[in-house]
């Protein structure tokens, strides 16, 4: 298992490349990269996200360990970045190998959705009018409840 944080720009197609050839007795390997959107009619300047160091890491971990435990996985990576981050740019990578591709898929959705609601991550939204902390959505507490 896998876990950076870190404020530098990631290459996805370098890292998914890299996690499959790394991915020893699997079957299948699934990964994901969510991007910064800007907000609906624009106006992002900015995306800043604040951590703990240390604790994030552990968080992260802990949740990469629930996700092999439940599923048959070979490997999964976790890859999330903190500090600013402009509209397009990538902000996070979740990859997992399994076997069969029903593990790796379960496991990368389970922890792109803990990710998104759980994962100690602080984020502000900075606009020329201003800057707003982001709450995690309706939408994304629910989509925990199926886990």
Sequence with gaps: MRIRVQPEPFDYGAEAGAFAHGAQGAGAVVSFA?????????GLMRLEIEHYPGMTEKALAAMADTARDRWNLTDAMILHRHGAMAPGEAIMMVATAAPHRADAFAAAEFLMDYLKSCAPFWKKEITAEG???VAATEADEDALSRW
């Excluded at 969510?34 to 624009?42: E, F, N």
């Design 131 to 133: 800057a707003d902390w």
């Design 34 to 42: 969510g991007i910064v959107r800007d907000r609906p009619g624009g």
